[in-house]
T-cell receptor, first 117, second 117 residues
Framework: GENVEQHPSTLSVQEGDSAVIKCTYS??????FPWYKQELGKGPQLIID?????GEKKDQRIAVTLNKTAKHFSLHITETQPEDSAVYFC????????????????FGQGTILTVHP | NAGVTQTPKFRVLKTGQSMTLLCAQD?????MYWYRQDPGMGLRLIHY???????AKGEVPDGYNVSRLKKQNFLLGLESAAPSQTSVYFC????????????????FGPGTRLTVT
């Protein structure tokens, strides 16, 4: 089965700095890579995702890059703000449409991001 | 829309007791999932369902049973609770059968914190 490794486990930055979280996956059949943000006491919420036919995707201060050959993908947050402090999870799966994975996600271990004012 | 709701929010059980966690979604999603979240291990899939009346095992199914008698509800049961089942449990849903929403995004509930003593 799929195995997803996520690093670092904790990340501390100053407000305004950039933050990068990296993940590797093992199953070459995976082609859908979402990132979730989990605030204290809440369920995870999707913040950005990327599919294997795309190398990079950006949404305002958040970007994700994918290297399918090396089987790794990364989350980049620029101009960090205190409200970015949360736990971030990467995940891997096959898309629901046309596949047989039924959207099952394999998650990384999570990264606790702290942004200091 | 309430999205995904979970009851109860907190529960303390003694070893050997049983309980049922209820998940409800009002987004007309076909797929539903139960995950457990433990420190340093991310979220792990317990069971999932791809439609009313169907269920399947995930990564860590032992000690749990599920049922999906109605499309909007997904129940997780612990027949004889063990301390190893102390965790935070999250329900999620995905795959709207109609509409413009993305197929793959999983929407999570707020979680149930379970302690087994």
């Amino acid at each position: 089965g799929e195995n997803v490794e996520q690093h670092p486990s904790t990340l501390s930055v100053q407000e305004g700095d950039s933050a990068v979280i990296k993940c590797t996956y093992s199953d070459s059949a995976s082609n859908y890579f979402p990132w979730y943000k989990q605030e204290l006491g809440k369920g995870p919420q999707l913040i950005i995702d990327i599919r294997s036919n795309v190398g990079e995707k950006k949404d305002q201060r958040i970007a994700v890059t994918l290297n399918k050959t090396a089987k790794h993908f990364s989350l980049h947050i620029t101009e960090t703000q205190p409200e970015d402090s949360a736990v971030y999870f990467c995940a891997a799966s096959s898309p629901v449409a046309g596949g047989t994975s039924y959207g099952k996600l394999t998650f990384g271990q999570g990264t606790i991001l702290t942004v200091h004012p | 829309n309430a999205g995904v709701t979970q009851t109860p929010k907190f529960r303390v059980l003694k070893t050997g007791q049983s309980m049922t966690l209820l998940c409800a979604q009002d987004m007309n999603h076909e797929y539903m999932y139960w995950y457990r979240q433990d420190p340093g291990m991310g979220l792990r899939l317990i069971h999932y369902s791809v439609g009313e009346g169907t269920t399947a095992k995930g990564e860590v199914p032992d000690g749990y049973n599920v049922s999906r008698l109605k499309k909007q509800n997904f129940l997780l049961g612990l027949e004889s609770a063990a301390p190893s089942q102390t965790s935070v449990y999250f329900c999620a849903s995905s795959y709207p059968i109609s509409g413009a929403a993305a197929l793959d995004e999983q929407y999570f509930g707020p979680g149930t914190r379970l302690t087994v003593t």
